[in-house]
């Protein structure tokens, strides 16, 4: 923490199309870190 550094564990990636899912993954305690939504440009 001196340097304000900040580590973000991204655990899983799903597009916004199974977006549903993502929050059921979260849920259900099932995540180890970070649950990101990806959105296709």
């Not at 580590?7 to 099932?30: M, N, S, T």
Request: charged share 30%; glycine share 4%.
């Amino acid at each position: 923490f001196e340097r304000s550094e900040v580590r973000v564990v991204l655990d899983r990636v799903f597009p916004l199309e199974d977006i549903a899912k993502a929050h059921a993954y979260v849920e259900r305690g099932r995540s180890a870190g970070k649950v990101a939504i990806s959105i296709a440009a």
